[in-house]
């Protein structure tokens, strides 16, 4: 798989992290108007897919801080992230 849209999808971050662990050729993920979605969850959603990553998509994401940012790689092209 290297193409998600998980738009819609909560979770506590133990589960995104169990998400994110076996799509290590993700290379595109799209997790828009998460309003609820912690910063937390989406660091454990990232932490194992981050150097790959080519195209992020958090439009409407309000919790969303950027400290997840580190664990992206040089191949990080493109990074949607409008709050609403």
């Known amino acids: 798989m290297y193409e998600v849209n998980i738009?819609?999808?909560?979770?506590?971050?133990?589960a995104m992290r169990t998400f994110g662990e076996p799509l290590v050729n993700l290379r595109s993920i799209t997790y828009k108007d998460m309003v609820n979605a912690s910063e937390?969850?989406?660091?454990?959603?990232?932490k194992p897919i981050?150097?790959?990553?080519?195209?992020?998509?958090?439009?409407?994401?309000?919790r969303f801080k950027g400290r997840c940012f580190?664990?992206?790689?040089?191949?990080?092209?493109?990074?949607?992230?409008?709050?609403h």
């Open 7 to 14: 738009s819609g999808l909560s979770g506590h971050w133990r």
């Open 40 to 46: 937390k969850a989406l660091w454990y959603l990232f």
């Open 50 to 62: 981050g150097m790959n990553m080519q195209h992020v998509d958090l439009r409407g994401c309000r």
């Open 70 to 83: 580190r664990l992206f790689g040089d191949a990080l092209e493109n990074v949607r992230i409008i709050h």
